[in-house]
């Protein structure tokens, strides 16, 4: 019913750039927060970044001043830049969303299905 497709991952090298993208698509009523999560190898999930449906904006501390996440409601779109990358950057990265959709009542988190991330020179 509902589906998050991210893209713009790859390699890329240390101090480089790279923007995530993400897009909700489905049988959608209202998206609420958004944001990144990332998982690297041998490491538990950890968020990077959340937008809220304000546009409000909350960072980890690892990437502030070199991460800026927004979003695009219209396209139901979220989007992580991600500049002066590092190679503790590297992890698979995923998408989520807290989204109403047309079938029922409340919020759910939904997923996408993650984007490898691989910052080394």
């Known amino acids: 019913q509902v589906q998050l497709v991210e893209s713009g991952g790859g390699l890329v090298q240390p101090g480089g750039s790279l923007r995530l993208s993400c897009a909700a698509s489905?049988?959608?009523?209202?998206?609420?927060?958004m944001g990144w999560y990332r998982q690297a190898p041998g490491k538990e999930r950890e968020q990077v970044a959340r937008?809220?449906?304000?546009?409000?904006?909350a960072y980890e501390d690892f990437v502030k001043g070199r991460f800026t996440l927004f979003r695009d409601n219209a396209k139901n779109s979220v989007y992580l830049q991600m500049n002066n990358l590092k190679p503790e950057d590297t992890a698979v990265y995923y998408c989520?969303?807290?989204?109403?959709?047309?079938?029922?009542?409340?919020?759910?988190?939904?997923w996408g299905q993650g984007t490898q991330v691989t910052v080394s020179s």
């Open positions: 489905g049988t959608i009523f209202s998206i609420g927060d």
């Open positions: 989520y969303a807290d989204i109403q959709t047309t079938l029922a009542p409340r919020y759910y988190d939904y």
């Open positions: 937008i809220y449906s304000d546009s409000s904006v």
